[in-house]
């Protein structure tokens, strides 16, 4: 395998998860926050747009360079602009380019606007995440997935998988710039204070992104992997068990964190920094998982009338058991979005 398609896909997902989830932590937890202490958000705004303007120019790097991965397996020789219009036009891997440079650069255009005073703030916030959803759509569109032609399932479950995990991740992020541009602008003890009440307006938008991000996960790999076997034979299957440590580490990390916002710690801003990085790394390992063909074993059966059928073999009961084990994690994900919005609202009622 190639270096350069998992780095490439490493620099869009989080580029895609920072485009996301900033804007998102912004609306929900950051400014809510900040009026609610009497703390001015001027500056804050401009470091966070400033964050998603990068993010969004990340995300036109990491779509070219996933071009350009993609690209050279094929070993063609386009002579001229006449071949490579022909090519960009004709091909999927042509039209999901225009498709991302198209979005990106409006993204960058509306982030643009807000800078000029053209466009508000709350505009591009809500602008943002939508053309990122919809290059997740893109990737959802032409990932293992979508090649599987298995019907729009697994294709949902991708890009639910997808976007949770920006929402989370570029969530934390949102957050932790705010904490930082805090501690420069009006000390330590005021940054605790809105730490903590962002961290509880944002607990709940961040159990969600975990329990979705979670349960399509284990969706996927009830489509992708045939066999238990397959998670210590398999560079697929160990990626995954790599990325499920992962996952359990950032649920340690954040049932640490969610005592320490009820017990009023100092320790929220280095808890969040953790669950980020932690998060970070998951991305990172979804970008090698997405760059790694799924351990497909194919059977030929030979029929009496000369077709030939091809199947993959699958452990059936294997299957049922990953994806059972999906739906007690949306159930068990489900209460704990319920238990954090509640545990919110009445915070925000005192």
Not at 88 to 112: D, P
Not at 291 to 300: L, N
Not at 308 to 335: E, P
């Amino acid at each position: 395998m190639s270096v350069l398609e998992p780095l490439a896909r490493a620099i869009l997902y989080l580029s895609l998860a920072l485009a996301v989830g900033v804007p998102i932590a912004t609306l929900s937890a950051v400014l809510p926050a900040l009026r609610r202490l009497g703390l001015d958000a001027a500056g804050v705004s401009a470091a966070l747009v400033r964050w998603t303007w990068r993010a969004a120019a990340s995300a036109l790097i990491g779509g070219l360079a996933l071009f350009i991965a993609q690209f050279i397996p094929l070993e063609l020789a386009l002579e001229g602009f006449a071949e490579w219009l022909e090519f960009l036009r004709l091909t999927l891997l042509g039209q999901m380019l225009i498709i991302r440079v198209a979005l990106g650069a409006l993204a960058l255009l509306t982030l643009w606007l807000v800078s000029k005073g053209r466009v508000s703030l709350r505009t591009a916030m809500i602008a943002c995440p939508l053309i990122g959803a919809a290059i997740h759509a893109t990737l959802a569109g032409t990932s293992h997935s979508a090649a599987m032609d298995a019907g729009l399932m697994p294709v949902l479950a991708d890009f639910a998988h997808l976007f949770a995990g920006a929402l989370w991740c570029g969530g934390l992020v949102g957050v932790l710039v705010t904490c930082t541009h805090l501690r420069r602008t009006v000390g330590e003890m005021t940054m605790h204070a809105a730490a903590r009440e962002m961290t509880r307006r944002f607990s709940p938008l961040a159990s969600l992104g975990i329990m979705l991000a979670s349960g399509t996960g284990l969706v996927l790999s009830s489509i992708h992997l045939p066999e238990a076997g397959s998670l210590s034979t398999s560079s697929y299957g160990q990626l995954i068990l790599l990325k499920v440590g992962l996952v359990v580490a950032v649920l340690l990390i954040g049932a640490r964190l969610r005592r320490a916002i009820y017990h009023r710690s100092d320790a929220i801003d280095r808890l969040l920094l953790a669950e980020a990085v932690i998060a970070c790394g998951i991305f990172v390992g979804a970008a090698l998982l997405t760059s790694t063909a799924p351990p497909h074993e194919m059977i030929v059966h030979q029929m009496d009338d000369g077709t030939v059928h091809v199947m993959a073999k699958v452990d059936s009961d294997f299957q049922r058991l990953v994806f059972t084990l999906a739906l007690a994690v949306f159930a068990a994900g489900a209460f704990t979005v319920a238990l954090e919005w509640a545990r919110s609202l009445k915070g925000s009622l005192r």
